[in-house]
């Protein structure tokens, strides 16, 4: 069974958001053994796993990736959006548009203190579209 779905996350500001549930609500009733990717269509922000229980992890990776990739360099050409956008566009890159998350029993078999991140690069990025693609049996 190969099952492809569309869902958007609310617009949120800058910063690393924990979004496991408002994925999880919306999908679909998930086979027994699989795999899910899931997949952003934006090139200013990304998807990780990591820490779902202490929110200063989602700080200190805002404080991280801020200090990898600082705003307003002067050797940045792409700035007609803003000091925010070449700087979201490379921390898109570092953390990738993307992850896999197997099924197990018919649910996201994560970790007990994993949980889905959207990290929003841009100060306000707007809603985020995901595609969803299920794979299992």
Not at 12 to 40: A, C, M, S
Not at 104 to 127: D, F, H, P, V
């Amino acid at each position: 069974m190969i099952q492809q779905i569309e869902i958007a996350l609310r617009a949120r500001n800058r910063g690393f958001h924990l979004v496991t549930d408002e994925i999880v609500r919306q999908l679909p009733q998930l086979p027994k053994t699989g795999i899910v990717n899931i997949f952003t269509k934006h090139t200013s922000c990304g998807l990780s796993i990591n820490e779902n229980c202490d929110p200063d992890v989602r700080v200190d990776m805002e404080t991280i990736f801020n200090r990898l990739v600082p705003e307003s360099r002067q050797e940045y050409v792409h700035t007609l959006e803003g000091a925010d956008d070449m700087p979201a566009h490379a921390k898109s890159t570092l953390s990738g548009v993307s992850i896999t998350i197997p099924i197990t029993n018919g649910r996201l078999n994560l970790g007990t203190w994993q949980g889905i991140y959207l990290c929003e690069y841009r100060n306000y990025g707007g809603s985020r579209r995901l595609v969803v693609t299920i794979i299992g049996e």
